[in-house]
């Protein structure tokens, strides 16, 4: 499909922007390992402090370059799909949303007036720029989401009868998931803290701020992971040369993420006050009930994998395996795809660890927690945007991949590093390594009086996993920036590979309608948040506290 | 969906739900406690150990920027403590080391978590929840003497 010279510029700009910040997210994630492995024993390192670098990362890596790739590939999977550009207000609008949100956020973080990590914890404040910044990326993504449903809602008119897209369904059940679980987020900066920060009230109640963070919190993940899944279902069986296995499968797992994903934020909250046992059982069973999509996902996109090998004439149980396009720089999205998953297997067994109530006990907030989630959104989330991104940005722009060796090698060298990366921070958050921690002032210190000798060789692997990354990284933003600045080639055009079903399946209506499922969800939260609600009021009292993070004196007197 | 797909549906259900079994089954067999919920009071927000009787005694915990109070907890060997946990500032981690204790200490929220402690020794506190520029340097300190030894 070809696209109106707007449209393209904003893809290409989503692609662009994030990317090159995305530079600062990975320098600072391999700072922190060398700071924790103890190999410096320093506050800061060229004029960033340890924790400063740490709010780059988290909020850069895990915020802005998700969010800009969410809705960059929904905009290009939807006007793919259904051959039309959303309206031109929606998309210049909420692109220039995000970007003036992102860079209020870089600022303040840069300028180290808001330092307190992405989960931005009261009563540690930020620069009340950064809660505003921070809103208007979410409210920017919603604007893209209101353009999609209004093509949607023509497209529909005039096809009567036939079935949403699947790559168009994920998106939609994303995004409406996205909706409803930022809106306690947005209310939590805007509202709560943006006063707060203000100085126009001095009262904040600790815990509900932290319940409704995690009420965004754990759905944020989810986003990440869908565009993910979206490219799993419906990109990679045709990379990988075969079909997808079944589409309704595909499209229940996508639904019970709709359901599941907003009602088990308080998994992130086991440790706490304020919650009854009984609200943190409930939501382990939930959070066990979002596994089941996964497990779903891993069987359908399996045995899609399976056909495309055999397809290439696989013998045996697991001959397929060595008959996928492993190493092909033609098809060099398959090694990000594949690795991505390859990792997710370790994401999630680690996930259901966490999930587990008791279990959590032995790991919350140890350094198990970013080993977890290193191959989660490290592994298929990233891997997934990067491979996607080149894509994208070649095919958009209508210009040649550069370094095409190295592009296809970057995912399998990454792979080996998150491995290592993960298995370090896994390994000592058993031994209670702690996570956002500048450990190499004290605990991987011989001269502290803290020093703790287990967490040396734990931390040490961790680094060296950094490194790799950090390799991996620097190989992708080389071939990355070299055809994003390169001359144009080729007509740009909105393009992407597109699975077919492997066999024609009965239409089940319930599968192609979102509305019972979002009834459903809606329902599922507030029978898990009105009793924490109460609990939050019950159990807790808000407090007069407001700390700068380099100052043990409360700024209230 | 095929009839191997319901099939994975069913199984993974089935293996979750032994998980979710195990979780259950050793939090009762084994008395595994979990955080548990009282109303606030700013009376918690002054650390102290109570000692009950020989065997019991309540520790009651306040965390600052960047040290907790009492900085320094002894009790005599077989004692169940009953942990009372709050912040008086930001919010901070306490997991205690090598007893799966892993408390978050919340301003206007108390925390508390039972635990007996049966062999000698130091156990270290650490602050694991990100509380400031000084987090790396905030520890505690739990010693378990030898009953004999302490009269």
């Known amino acids: ?557 | 969906m095929n009839k191997y797909e319901i099939k994975v549906v069913l199984l993974s259900g089935l293996l979750l739900s032994s998980f979710l079994f195990a979780l259950l089954y050793n939090a009762f067999s084994r008395k595994i406690d979990t955080p548990a919920c009282i109303p606030y009071n700013a009376a918690f927000e002054k650390g102290h150990v109570r000692q009950l009787d020989d065997s019991t005694c309540e520790v009651y915990v306040s965390a600052h920027m960047w040290g907790f109070d009492p900085a320094e907890i002894v009790i005599p060997v077989g004692t169940t403590v009953e942990f009372y946990l709050t912040s008086t500032d930001v919010v901070h981690g306490f997991n205690i080391d090598g007893k799966g204790v892993n408390l978050m200490a919340v301003p206007g929220g108390v925390n508390r978590i039972t635990v007996p402690f049966n062999s000698i020794g130091t156990y270290r506190i650490v602050c694991h929840e990100f509380c400031g520029i000084g987090h790396q340097n905030m520890m505690g300190k739990i010693i378990v003497k030898d009953k004999i030894y302490q009269q």
Not at chain 1, 16 to 44: C, D, E, K, W
């Open chain 1, 1 to 557: 499909m070809t696209i109106s010279p707007a449209y393209r510029k904003t893809i290409l700009f989503g692609l662009f922007m994030p990317m090159t910040l995305f530079i600062l997210g990975v320098y600072n994630g391999i700072m922190q390992t060398i700071y924790r492995a103890g190999v410096i024993h320093r506050t800061s390192v060229a004029g960033i402090n340890y924790y400063q670098g740490l709010t780059l990362h988290g909020v850069i890596n895990a915020i802005v370059l998700t969010t800009f790739f969410a809705v960059v590939f929904g905009h290009v999977t939807v006007s793919f799909y259904l051959k039309k550009e959303p309206p031109k207000w929606t998309y210049l609008m909420s692109m220039l949303l995000m970007v003036v949100g992102t860079l209020m956020d870089a600022f303040t973080m840069l300028a180290g007036t808001s330092e307190a990590l992405y989960t931005f914890y009261a009563p540690l404040q930020d620069s009340p720029l950064f809660y505003i910044g921070t809103a208007l990326l979410i409210i920017g993504s919603w604007i893209a989401f209101g353009g999609w449903v209004k093509v949607w809602f023509e497209w529909r008119r005039e096809n009567s009868g036939k079935k949403m897209p699947l790559a168009v369904l994920g998106t939609f059940v994303n995004f409406t998931m996205w909706f409803m679980s930022t809106l306690p987020v947005a209310y939590e900066v805007l509202v709560i803290l943006t006063p707060w920060s203000l100085g126009w009230t001095n009262q904040v109640n600790v815990p509900l701020t932290r319940m409704l963070f995690w009420m965004f919190g754990h759905p944020l993940v989810y986003f990440w992971l869908l565009p993910a899944y979206i490219a799993y279902y419906t990109i990679l069986p045709k990379v990988a040369g075969g079909k997808l296995y079944s589409g309704n499968a595909a499209r229940l797992a996508f639904l019970l993420f709709l359901i599941l994903s907003t009602p088990v934020g308080v998994h992130h909250q086991f440790s706490e006050p304020v919650f009854t046992p009984g609200t943190k059982f409930w939501v382990s069973i939930l959070t066990f009930g979002v596994a089941i999509p996964s497990f779903m996902t891993a069987f359908t996109v399996g045995a899609s994998l399976e056909y495309a090998g055999r397809k290439r004439g696989a013998k045996g149980l697991f001959g397929w395996m060595a008959r996928l396009p492993w190493f092909q720089q033609e098809n060099f999205l398959f090694g990000y795809f594949i690795c991505g998953l390859i990792l997710f297997i370790f994401g999630g067994l680690s996930g259901i660890v966490n999930a587990s109530y008791s279990l959590n006990q032995m790991v919350h907030n140890t350094s198990w927690v970013p080993g977890h989630f290193h191959m989660t959104v490290a592994g298929p989330v990233l891997l997934v945007i990067l491979g996607v991104s080149l894509y994208i940005y070649s095919t958009v722009a209508g210009k040649t991949i550069k370094f095409r060796t190295l592009a296809t090698i970057v995912p399998y060298l990454w792979m080996f590093g998150v491995a290592l990366l993960s298995h370090g921070m896994m390994a000592g958050g058993l031994m209670g390594e702690p996570r956002r921690t500048n450990m190499g002032m004290t605990y991987t210190n011989p001269d502290s009086d803290l020093f703790n000798k287990h967490w040396v060789a734990t931390s040490t692997t961790t680094m060296i996993g950094g490194f790799v990354m950090g390799a991996a990284a620097l190989l992708y933003f080389i071939s990355f920036f070299a055809t994003a600045t390169g001359k144009r080639t080729m007509e740009p055009v909105i393009e992407l590979p597109e699975s077919e079903d492997l066999h024609e399946e009965k239409p089940v209506p319930l599968l192609l309608n979102m509305r019972p499922w979002i009834i459903v969800s809606a329902i599922l939260i507030l029978f898990t948040y009105i009793p924490a609600l109460i609990s939050v009021f019950k159990y807790s009292a808000p407090v007069r506290n407001k700390f700068q993070v380099e100052n043990p004196n409360n700024m209230i007197k």
